[in-house]
Structure formats: C-alpha cells, structure tokens
C-alpha cells in the first residue's frame, strides 16, 4: 500500500505535501513554536489520556509527544465506574510557553476553564486548576502575553448572551480578561469584544502595529463559503479582527478564508498561524464535518498565508475575489526533514503504554498490565457500568443512534487509536485466548459513531465461540475456537468496513458483516481492544502484536 513512505497524503517526498497533512481525527488544533520545533495539542472529549500533544520539525509530518492530562482527574463522571462523560471533558485548548513554563488552557464545557502547566512539553502536567467556571465561559480559550506591557490576557467564547436569546442563529460572545503573569488567575470583570453567529477559537497575535483576533465563525447556508458546496447547517469561514488601538478594539474585520474548490462540503477553519525560518508564514487548520460525515474526523490542514496590506490571506485565492481558499498540494514550509506520522503498530514489548493509544474514559488501572506478560497487552475483564441514570452515555453524546446503553459503550478499558486517512486500511491483531472466562467477551472493535466488534465470547460451559456484535447489539455466532491464539483483521475500503479471522496469521476468513464505518458527535473511527464479563469480574485476554497499514505516511 506504502511506497517510499509516502500515499495520497501528506509529505510527497519531493519537497511537496497534499493536504490533509494530519490526515486523521486531531481536531481543534493550536500550535506553539520554542526553538526550531512545532509543537500541538488537540482535543479528544472523554478519551484518556486527554489533550494529545504532538511534535514538527516541518509542519507537515507529526509524531507523538505526550499527553496534557495524564487522566481526567476533575470530575467523577469521566472515570471507569461512571463512563457518563460521553462528548465532554477535553475540547478545543491553547497551548502557550512563557517563562520557562509550558501552559494548556482548555474549557470543559460542564466544569468551566481551567489551566494545567509542566516545565517539560513531555510532562508531567500539574493537576488542573479551574480559573473560571461555566457560568462565564462555554469553550475555545486562548491567551497573550504582551512582554511590552507586561500584561497577559486570555479570550474566551462566553456563548449565546441574554440579549441574543431570542435571535434565530447563535450569537456568541468573545470576552477578553486580564490575567495574572504566571497565568494562572483572572484579575478583571472581562471586556466583551466581538459577538458573531457562531464566532469561537479565538486566536490573539500582535505585531506590525496591530492587535489581530483571529476567529472562526459560521455563515449558516449563505454564498460567502465560497466555491465549495454550500451546507445549510454550520458552515464556516475563517475571519480576522484588526486593530491599531488596543486589544480591546476598536476592530476592523475581514473574512480570509472560506470553503475552497477540493474538499466539497467541508468547511476550512478555527487553527494557529505559524512562521517558517525563511520568515514566510502559514496557518494550520481544520476540515469540520458537514452534510457528509468524514468517518475519519477532524483533520489538519495547512496553508500558506500571504500578507496584503497588513490583512492575511490564508491558503490561495482561487475566484480572485480577495479571500483565501485551501490549497490541495503545495511546497513544504521547510525542507531536509525525514517523512514520519504518528505512532499506529505496536509489539508492546515496552512496559509503558504507546502514546498513540487513548483509553474510554479514564482505565481502571488494576484490570491492565504490560509487565504480567511482557510482550503482551493483558487486558482483564470487568462487569458492565450499570445501565442507569448517571452511568454510561446519554443518548446523542457520541453515538448515532439508540444504541448508546448498549452494552460496548458501558464496558470500561477498551483501548484503541484512530484510524488514518480515508481511503483504505488493514489493521490487524494477534490474540492470546487462554485466560478467558466463562461469560466473557473480548476482541478487536471499530467505533465512533458507531460500533462494530469481533471477538470471542465464552459461555457459561467455558467454550469459546467466535463472535460479531453490530451496533444495533445484533449478534452472530460463529465457528468454536479450539485454539488459544487468533488473528483478527478488519479493512476498509473508503467508510465500507468488514472483519476477518485466521488461526494462523496466513489464511484468513470472513466473518460476520460488512458494515459502514460512521463519524460520530464530534469523533471520527477508531481501532481498538475490548472486553467485559456478563457475570463477575474474571477472565483477561492477551494482545501480542498490534499493526496498521494505511494510504499515507508512516513512522516505523
């Protein structure tokens, strides 16, 4: 599928990418530069560890640093006896270093804005410190730090304010407050500075003579996304604020970026603006959803950025009317740098877990080891959350149907990381059966916005059977597994999954259904681990070797 370590996206290794240069679910994107590396975080909702942190030389190939939130530690709801946190918990943050200090500010949107800050980007976090609660604050923190003034500054989406209530699309609000210089407290009132239809993921810069508030903003069905199909739900376009006076305004403002020509109904916004050595500068961003679910998420894309009267134009103006649109291939930013990706394969010969793996909600720690069978992932399981109020998830948090009490989104320790690109992958996993139980079930799962798993499920006779649970909760049972190791595989081929099994990792067969793979609210597919007993807490499955092959870059 790879040649040279390269596919249909990324670096081309001839001095070129093809966006999207990040081609998977790494939504919310913002960048920092110390050095002559780029550092981002994205968000990832309920998933543990949370705040993703990854790495650049060039801007165009990203490997794993860490995370920012180690668990998530601030709210009962997000751990493995709850598993309530669907959808909430770590949305779009800002990452900024000052003074030797590394800061990730992000908003919960049911705990309010809060502040984790390590001296190492690898970590260790500090424990997060809420500043502001969701009374004042509803998502998209960003903060300044003006070394002329020696005042720092954070903006923030307050939401729909009363007096915007009653008017048909949602007016949000931008407030500015002044915070402490070890930015870790807020100082003032806030100071309103911009309210838009959907206005969010505010970005502060300052230079040239100007203060610039760079925003997002929908534009609900109208032409002004430009030259792609118009989506009558939540378009967006990119728009900058400019001011000569003061962080507070007066403003002019600009739209600089729309919805171009190459990614249909995908609207191109909310990201970092970046600078280069050569000094030339580029903004990094995010496709969102639209009318057609990308079932792999939320991607990044970057774009050269020409300056024009002191006004960004962020990508190419293909129509001539002055606004920017997203470039499909372009030269890379800086060249001499080697092809990577995020990690995907896995031997788990280490005996920390691999930084591209995210657990649902936080894992309960005692029922998954790497050291009791080195070289191998043990995941032991446990009984279902119960279904009832308050524990697992609520109806449209994540899933795409009526399906979300069903019992996969109840069973805590599935580990799993996101599918790449959107064109073709084969991920495949060897299994150690022989600590299995009585009335457990285990095995390889896809999930987002919805669910479809293969595995193993033994019955209260202790025989194991090979098993297909489709979202709807439908099972079919197939051939008894004398063997205690199996090989389960599972392709797709554009959304259009399936699963296969083999005994010897040679000659596989089909089982079970074909299925589309779906984005959920907010979630794109992912590959992953999972089980749980029906009876009582026994039984473990062992997961010896992990791999995954897909259309694009790859870091081996």
């Known amino acids: 599928m790879l040649k040279n370590n390269v596919g249909s996206w990324g670096d081309q290794g001839d001095g070129t990418y093809i966006n999207p240069v990040l081609n998977a679910d790494y939504p919310d994107s913002d960048i920092e530069q110390v050095g002559d590396t780029y550092y981002m975080i994205t968000s990832k909702q309920h998933m543990a560890p949370g705040m993703p942190i990854l790495s650049s030389k060039d801007m165009v190939n990203w490997t794993n640093v860490g995370f920012g939130f180690n668990r998530l530690t601030w709210a009962p709801e997000y751990n493995w006896d709850r598993m309530n946190g669907y959808s909430f918990g770590v949305w779009a943050g800002d990452l900024a270093y000052n003074d030797g200090t590394w800061y990730i500010y992000q908003i919960d949107y049911n705990h309010g804005l809060m502040v984790t800050t390590a001296k190492d980007i690898a970590g260790p976090w500090s424990e997060p410190k809420i500043m502001l609660d969701t009374l004042y604050v509803m998502d998209d923190p960003a903060v300044y730090w003006d070394k002329e003034t020696g005042k720092a500054y954070i903006i923030v989406n307050a939401g729909v304010k009363a007096e915007h209530a009653d008017e048909p699309s949602p007016v949000n609000t931008n407030v500015i407050y002044e915070m402490s210089w070890d930015g870790l407290s807020i100082i003032d009132d806030g100071q309103e500075v911009y309210s838009g239809i959907g206005a969010e993921a505010a970005k502060i810069y300052k230079f040239n003579g100007y203060w610039y508030v760079f ?25 900058v604020l400019r001011s000569s006076e003061s962080i507070y305004g007066p403003y002019e403002k600009k739209v600089v970026m729309q919805k171009g020509s190459h990614f249909g109904h995908r609207s191109a916004s909310q990201g970092a ?8 500068w580029w903004y990094m ?56 990706a995020p990690l995907s394969d896995d031997d788990f010969s280490s005996e920390t877990l691999g930084l591209q793996w995210e657990w649902n909600h936080n894992p309960r720690d005692s029922h998954w080891s790497l050291t009791e069978k080195p070289g191998s992932l043990r995941l032991k399981a446990s009984r279902l959350v119960p279904n009832k109020e308050g524990h697992g998830p609520k109806t449209n948090q994540w899933t795409n149907s009526d399906g979300a009490s069903s019992d996969f989104w109840r069973a805590c320790n599935t580990l799993s990381q996101r ?20 009335n457990q079930i285990g095995g390889l799962a896809r999930f987002g916005g919805v669910y479809n798993l293969m595995g193993v499920k033994v019955n209260s006779s202790g025989v194991r059977q090979l098993v297909f649970i489709n979202s709807n909760d439908e099972q079919i049972e197939g051939a008894i597994v004398d063997s205690d ?10 959304n259009s999954a399936f699963f296969e099994y083999s005994l010897d990792g040679d000659i596989y067969e089909f ?34 070797n992990f791999t995954y092959d897909y259309d694009g870059p790859k870091q081996f």
Not at 273 to 278: E, F, G, I, K, R
Not at 422 to 428: F, K, L, N, V
């Open 215 to 239: 925003l997002a903003e929908w534009t609900i069905g109208d032409s002004s996304t430009g030259l792609g199909k118009i989506n009558k739900k939540n378009d967006r376009k990119q728009v």
């Open 273 to 280: 603006l970046l600078q280069a050595p050569d000094e030339s």
């Open 285 to 340: 961003h995010q496709l969102v959803q639209n009318d057609v679910d990308p079932f792999q998420g939320r991607v990044q894309c970057l774009e050269p950025v020409e300056w024009i009267d002191d006004w960004p134009i962020i990508g190419i103006d293909e129509n001539g009317d002055g606004i920017g649109e997203p470039v499909k291939r372009f030269r890379k930013p800086i060249n001499g740098y080697p092809v990577q």
């Open 419 to 438: 599918i790449m690109g959107d064109t073709h992958g084969i991920a495949e996993a060897k299994f150690d059966l022989s600590g299995m139980k009585p």
């Open 485 to 494: 190791t199996l090989y389960i595989r599972t392709t797709n081929n554009g």
């Open 511 to 544: 089982f079970g259904q074909k299925f589309d793979i779906e984005f959920g609210n907010w979630t794109g597919d992912r590959i992953g681990f999972f089980t749980w007993n029906e009876k009582e807490e026994a039984g473990y499955i062992d997961v010896e």
